[in-house]
């Protein structure tokens, strides 16, 4: 995951109090007090409010666009795999373990609450898991257990006392008050929470909760309800929210991590490219060899040109660019130390 701005301007549908969201937003807003109304007459509440203006075509282009084609949360490719799913941050229909909760219905159409997800970080799945032994590709490619449930579906954990459940005359502010424990990656810096396993001494494409001071405020967790989706308690030492996010979004699930793994291992060879390329071009430099010395200069050049492949994997437009540029960082902080 990384830090995306949301800019550009705001998709037509979803513009302005004349928009097709404002429309749906104000139906929503009396199908929910209908659906309160019969709750509190002790009735079942009914049909879930049919949401449509979140599927806006532009609006999806325009996710497309500011996440270059990637999954907002795991930065995978989503359109060689599966259609994108357009992803509500707080989802719209209902919240997971909290039965008095309708949803955040005013946000199902608000552009600054959609996002483009791979299936795998949006819909609860079955996956399989590395285990902390897991050492190497082929020990990834034959693990089978632990098999384990992720992916956000109606997740939504936020810090105890700071839930919104639009009641009030402005819900907009309902909800900017909670303290969310997920990481979106237009409001928070998920650097910031999330650290790849880029020092390892066998390339291992896993994310693991950023250290934190201990003074920041995200380091005393809350553990989410349901079995398959609580969490241990993140140790203070580490972000909380990110420890959440990982589970949540199952940002270590097995073919992920594999897809990461792969990547480690593609910048190894390029380091040990351009360090040979070094080496072999300081050698030809010391010869009396007019001819050598211009080898090590076309040389120098070749090593020059890797670097430069290697920078273009931590663009925004590349899958898995945070892990490289945390890569980088390292890279660079090894060979100044």
Same mark, same amino acid.
């Given at each position: 995951?990384?830090?995306?701005?949301?800019?550009?301007?705001?998709?037509?549908?979803?513009?302005?109090?004349?928009?097709?969201?404002?429309?749906?937003?104000?139906?929503?807003?009396?199908?929910?007090?209908?659906?309160? @109304?019969?709750?509190?007459?002790?009735?079942?509440?009914?049909?879930?409010?049919?949401?449509?203006?979140?599927?806006?075509?532009?609006?999806?282009?325009?996710?497309?666009?500011?996440?270059?084609?990637?999954?907002?949360?795991?930065?995978?490719?989503? @359109?060689?795999?599966?259609?994108?799913?357009?992803?509500?941050?707080?989802?719209?229909?209902?919240?997971?373990?909290?039965?008095?909760?309708?949803?955040?219905?005013?946000?199902?159409?608000?552009?600054?609450?959609?996002?483009?997800?791979?299936?795998?970080?949006?819909?609860?799945?079955?996956?399989?898991?590395?285990?902390?032994?897991?050492?190497?590709?082929?020990?990834?490619?034959?693990?089978?257990?632990?098999?384990?449930?992720?992916?956000?579906?109606?997740?939504?954990?936020?810090?105890?006392?700071?839930?919104?459940?639009?009641?009030?005359?402005?819900?907009?502010?309902?909800?900017?008050?909670?303290?969310?424990?997920?990481?979106?990656?237009?409001?928070?810096?998920?650097?910031?929470?999330?650290?790849?396993?880029?020092?390892?001494?066998?390339?291992?494409?896993?994310?693991?909760?950023?250290?934190?001071?201990?003074?920041?405020?995200?380091?005393?967790?809350?553990?989410?309800?349901?079995?398959?989706?609580?969490?241990?308690? @993140?140790?203070?030492?580490?972000?909380?929210?990110?420890?959440?996010?990982?589970?949540?979004?199952?940002?270590?699930?097995?073919?992920?991590?594999?897809?990461?793994?792969?990547?480690?291992?593609?910048?190894?060879?390029?380091?040990?490219?351009?360090?040979?390329?070094?080496?072999?071009?300081?050698?030809?430099?010391?010869?009396?060899?007019?001819?050598?010395?211009?080898?090590?200069?076309?040389?120098?050049?070749?090593?020059?040109?890797?670097?430069? @492949?290697?920078?273009?994997?931590?663009?925004?437009?590349?899958?898995?660019?945070?892990?490289?540029?945390?890569?980088?960082?390292?890279?660079?902080?090894?060979?100044?130390?």
């Amino acid at each position: 995951m990384r830090r995306v701005e949301r800019i550009g301007p705001v998709p037509k549908a979803m513009d302005g109090p004349e928009s097709r969201a404002a429309r749906e937003r104000a139906k929503a807003a009396a199908h929910v007090a209908k659906a309160r @109304a019969r709750v509190a007459a002790g009735e079942k509440r009914g049909k879930s409010f049919g949401f449509r203006v979140y599927k806006d075509e532009a609006a999806k282009l325009a996710l497309e666009r500011l996440f270059h084609g990637k999954c907002a949360y795991c930065e995978s490719d989503y @359109a060689a795999q599966a259609p994108v799913d357009i992803e509500h941050y707080r989802p719209k229909g209902g919240v997971e373990d909290d039965p008095d909760h309708f949803g955040y219905w005013w946000l199902a159409a608000d552009w600054d609450n959609l996002l483009p997800s791979c299936i795998d970080c949006n819909r609860r799945r079955y996956q399989h898991l590395p285990t902390p032994e897991t050492a190497s590709l082929s020990d990834l490619q034959a693990a089978s257990e632990p098999i384990w449930q992720s992916g956000k579906e109606n997740a939504f954990p936020v810090f105890a006392g700071t839930r919104a459940y639009g009641t009030s005359a402005d819900p907009f502010a309902e909800s900017a008050a909670e303290r969310p424990y997920l990481l979106d990656p237009c409001r928070d810096d998920p650097a910031a929470h999330l650290r790849f396993l880029v020092d390892a001494a066998d390339p291992f494409g896993l994310v693991l909760p950023a250290p934190l001071a201990p003074h920041e405020s995200d380091a005393l967790p809350l553990p989410l309800a349901g079995a398959d989706m609580a969490p241990d308690a @993140a140790p203070p030492h580490v972000s909380a929210r990110g420890a959440v996010s990982i589970q949540v979004y199952g940002l270590n699930r097995l073919g992920l991590v594999q897809a990461r793994t792969r990547v480690l291992r593609h910048l190894a060879v390029l380091e040990q490219m351009i360090l040979e390329a070094d080496e072999i071009a300081a050698r030809l430099h010391t010869s009396p060899d007019p001819g050598a010395r211009d080898a090590a200069a076309l040389i120098e050049a070749f090593g020059d040109r890797l670097i430069a @492949a290697i920078g273009a994997m931590a663009a925004p437009d590349h899958p898995y660019s945070e892990l490289v540029r945390q890569w980088i960082d390292h890279w660079i902080a090894t060979m100044q130390s």
